[in-house]
């Protein structure tokens, strides 16, 4: 199969709604944490990030996993339009996890007393970051559009792996990040308001993810048509 600008076109587009509808519905996840969640007895003002940082982590984590997956795909099928995809997931990625690294310092410092502390789950998403930053230092570098596919798809492959090491952190080492009080096999530790105000992080971040990627999936497939047509 191969790409096709009008696709692209209606991608971006069809992503550009998806993206508006997230950006409110992200503006009423703020007012929902801020008005109709109560606060945390211990941290006060500080947990209202819990509304924010763990639904990032989790569309950090969702992206890194698509571009692995589709790398998979394109190692097996060499359709261009996965290579595509695995870049724009990998992209809308490093952009949610610039959103954890920032918003986990300042709940970390309320919380932990420091901004930073290079405990397991910290190290291992430094590590995700700095694989995936030299993924498009790789795709940078690699002129053969091919040849950049390939390579990168192995990389994105052995990022792959890291992702479920990440989230097991917490329960092989010891770790200042808490286990997870939602997902779980017992029955989670929230109250009913702030559960529900946590799990709207996670679809808000779902929308946001799905309407991102679009957008960067249809620029990466105009970018994919323009450079075969100057080849």
Known sequence: MTLEAVSAGRQIGRGRIITLIGVVALAALYVMALQFTPPERFQGLAQKIFYIHPPAAYAMQMAFIFCGIASLLYLLLHDARFDVFAEASAEVGMMFATIVVITGPIWGRPAWGTWWEWEPRLTFTVMEIVLFGGYFALRGAVR??????????????????????????????????????????????LPFEMLRTFLSGFAVFTILYLGLVMQRYGIGARHAIQEAADA
């Open 144 to 189: 053969d559009p091919a040849e950049r596919a390939k390579f990168a798809a192995v990389m994105g492959l052995m990022a792959l792996v890291l992702v479920p090491f990440n989230h097991l952190t917490v329960y092989l080492f010891a770790s200042q990040h808490p286990q997870p009080v939602v997902i779980k096999t017992s029955k989670p530790e």
